[in-house]
């Protein structure tokens, strides 16, 4: 998981550096076609036959929140430092909570709202509404953070009746496609310095999802979930080194509220699992 959040913070890296010559629109789709790119061996290596689906409508629309998600996140990063960006962004736990009770219909426990509300309170100690002005970049994390935990959810929902691979699959694709149209209308000829590093982009961002799906399933989830948060202390090093940006101490303290809502709600959820698995045993 830490080498998985590292290569995230790596792709964040590149996205701001890139973005001094083209547009996020093409970034954005640069890096899922070479995210395609990256995924087609191992797609091919089961054959095409394992990517059937009914559902394509509702991978379209899922398509259309992740585009949306990437492009928020993507055009954040050219606007505020990567730690604070990187720090707002752990609120997303918190929104796909919320949407999981409304549209899932998965418990409306107290435990629930009220890492929820550490989650608010958190964001809240970190832009400091009313005491230093909120910039488009700030409002675009939250907006980001909101449009992925609806792709959570939906993956959530796709995984009832598709297979990981065939959710992956049809996410590369779909994401290119989509990605490429509002590209178009601010297209610009990359260097090539500028397509290797929207390459490694998609390389790392391949390997960093292959890397937290492996956490997840060789460990448990309160014991690996907490190390999601190391990306915070990645994206301070990164940003101080190759930006001179340096987080504020709001940026730390908020983080600080977040995370420990983000950890006690995986612990609680954690122990009502291990307790629900051993009544009906």
Not at 161 to 170: E, G, N, R, V
Not at 188 to 199: E, R
Not at 244 to 258: F, H, K, Q, Y
């Amino acid at each position: 998981m830490v080498l998985s959040v590292a290569l995230l913070a790596g792709v964040d890296t590149f996205v701001k550096v890139v973005a001094k010559d083209l547009h996020t629109f093409e970034i954005v789709f640069f890096r899922n076609f070479f995210g395609a790119i990256f995924l087609l061996p191992f797609v091919l290596r089961p054959g095409f036959h394992q990517l059937r689906t009914k559902r394509i409508g509702f991978h379209a629309m899922r398509g259309v929140l992740h585009v949306i998600a990437m492009s928020s996140w993507f055009f954040a990063l050219t606007l505020i430092p990567i730690a604070e960006a990187t720090a707002l962004s752990f609120i997303l736990p918190m929104w796909a909570s919320i949407g999981a009770i409304i549209f899932l219909g998965e418990p409306n426990r107290l435990s629930r709202w009220l890492s929820i509300a550490l989650g608010i309170i958190g964001m809240l100690i970190i832009i400091r509404p009313g005491i230093v002005p909120i910039t488009i970049g700030v409002l675009l994390v939250p907006l980001s953070s909101l449009a992925a935990a609806g792709v959570k959810i939906m993956t959530k929902s796709l995984a009832r009746t598709d297979t990981p691979l065939t959710i992956i699959a049809y996410m590369s694709v779909i994401l290119t496609l989509f990605s490429f149209i509002p590209a178009i209308f601010v297209w610009k000829t990359p260097s090539l310095a500028a397509l290797g590093m929207m390459a490694l982009m998609g390389a790392f961002g391949t390997l960093a999802h292959y890397f937290m799906t492996a956490a997840y399933r060789d460990g448990e989830l309160t014991a690996v979930e907490p190390f999601t948060y190391v990306r915070l202390i990645w994206a301070a090093i990164i940003g101080y080194v190759f930006f001179s940006e340096a987080p504020v101490l709001w940026t730390w303290a908020g983080s600080a509220v977040i995370v420990a809502g983000a950890i006690y709600l995986a612990r609680i959820e954690a122990m009502q699992s291990r307790a629900a698995r051993a009544a009906a045993s």
